[in-house]
């Protein structure tokens, strides 16, 4: 089964808020990765975060990595058009071989203008 | 444009036959993951190669199969196909085989087993 959850599956913002996206693990994770995909793409890489408690920003998205390495969440302010897709989070389980890597099931966003 | 490149595109088949599915990794890259998309099932890991070996396993289905050629480039080859096997596969490259780097992913083939 999914080792790695994701919610929501999916999310309608309107155009302008701002929305949250949650991953989470029963297992440590050794590092987290963000992928997005926009309809009809491949996902596209959008960051990493590998240790406790890390927080990044890229623009308007916040990234965070939990203290115990178990969780993530994607914050997203003003939501625009162009964050239309599904947000992936995905990464390594420490019980795990270093190249299995494990996706949540995605948070599918739209966006109403 | 991620660099990696995927073939065929699309691929429509008939329930039992075996497909090949094609994956070259980005120049430099030694890794290759496969991936599988249907929907609500967000990307299933499958496999992973670096440099022509295989590195981890995932929830693969004993009727799949993948190599890693000496050019680093990959073919997964799906046999005895059912209907459930129809899905989007995605092939990622990355550097190294640690599960840090940053996986780029090919177009995919779209599969449509009938």
């Known amino acids: 089964g999914q080792q790695v959850m994701q919610i929501p599956q999916y999310q309608h913002v309107q155009e302008g808020e701002d929305f949250t996206t949650y991953c989470n693990s029963s297992t440590t994770l050794s590092n987290i990765q963000w992928y997005k995909q926009r309809p009809g793409g491949h996902p596209v890489f959008l960051i990493q975060l590998v240790k406790s408690g890390e927080v990044k920003k890229q623009k308007r998205l916040t990234f965070q990595f939990g203290e115990a390495k178990k969780n993530s969440s994607l914050h997203i302010t003003a939501t625009q058009t162009t964050d239309v897709g599904t947000y992936f989070c995905?990464?390594?389980?420490?019980?795990?071989?270093?190249?299995?890597?494990?996706f949540g099931a995605g948070t599918q966003v739209v966006v109403t203008p | 444009d991620s660099g990696v490149t995927q073939t065929p595109k699309h691929l429509i088949t008939a329930t039992g036959q075996r497909v090949t599915l094609r994956c070259s990794p980005r120049?430099?890259?030694?890794?290759v993951y496969w991936y599988q998309q249907s929907l609500d099932q967000g990307l299933q890991f499958l496999i992973q190669y670096y440099n022509g070996e295989e590195r981890a396993k995932g929830n693969i289905l004993e009727r799949f199969s993948a190599q890693q050629f000496p050019d680093l480039h990959s073919e997964l080859n799906l046999s005895s196909l059912e209907l459930g096997d129809s899905a989007l596969y995605f092939c990622?490259?990355?550097?190294?085989?640690?599960?840090?780097?940053?996986?780029?992913f090919g177009p995919g083939t779209r599969l449509t087993v009938l």
């Open positions: 120049s430099g890259d030694l890794s």
């Open positions: 995905g990464g390594i389980l420490t019980t795990d071989s270093w190249g299995k890597f494990q």
């Open positions: 990622a490259s990355s550097a190294t085989d640690r599960g840090t780097d940053t996986q780029y």
